[in-house]
């Protein structure tokens, strides 16, 4: 079901290089401002400081970042193709992303993700415009950062039983490398691009913590 350690080893040394570096190694550069991005009594603020440093997350032409909108399938997999550092093929791979599409990024994206098995859709659709649930994300980061069962450490997460089935060892994962912190994780809710900023740094530092 989950990749095995040689390939997470393997993301970890050319997909997060640049990543890590920028948490290891003090730079003066400083990171992007966004106008609606509280600088004070804000728990994303750094996830979201570091990763859009990175190109990994991005904002909106407006310079706002939108911190409490949904963020959609079609934006994780962008997200995702990025940290992968793979700009995937001009290739259509879901019914609902064609190649005619203007936005050229999002149809990389979804072969880059569908490729990589990260997200592989349903019945040969991507639907990129819909909000990614938290269930779902546990999905994508778990496939994605190949992430896997920490031995000796038991999930917090109290509502598993409100997960599709499908879904419930994902979370369960999340819990145990403490990359979501909450004895109640309401997996059918959807995810702000803020929480999705902060899930992905957590996941992401869990390889410095292995090093």
């Keep these: 079901m989950f990749k095995n350690k040689t390939m997470k080893k393997f993301l970890a ?17 400083s990171a992007k401002s966004f106008k609606d991005v509280p600088e004070t009594n804000n728990v994303h603020l750094e996830a979201i400081d570091v990763l859009s440093n990175e190109g ?26 990025r940290l992968l550092d793979d700009e995937g093929k001009l290739v259509q791979v879901f019914k609902d992303v064609p190649v005619t599409l203007a936005d050229k990024e999002l149809v990389r994206a979804a072969f880059t993700v569908n490729d990589y098995e990260v997200m592989t859709g349903s019945n040969g659709y991507l639907f990129p415009a819909k909000n990614m649930t938290r269930q779902q994300m546990a999905k994508v980061l778990v496939e994605g950062l190949w992430l896997d069962h920490v031995e000796g450490e038991e999930s917090q997460v ?32 959807p995810v702000s691009r803020a929480q999705f900023a902060s899930f992905v740094y957590r996941a992401l530092l869990t390889f410095e913590e292995e090093e």
């Excluded at 409100?162 to 059918?188: D, H």
């Design 158 to 189: 109290t509502d598993l039983d409100k997960a599709y089935p499908e879904f419930r060892e994902y979370i369960q994962i999340l819990s145990e490398n403490g990359i979501t912190n909450v004895t109640e994780f309401r997996p059918t809710e």
């Design 56 to 81: 990994i997350i991005n904002g909106y032409d407006d310079g706002t970042f939108k911190p409490g909108n949904n963020i959609t399938r079609g934006q994780v997999a962008k997200i995702f193709a």
């Design 13 to 29: 040394s050319i997909a997060t290089a640049a990543f890590l570096a920028s948490i290891l190694i003090p730079t003066a550069a």
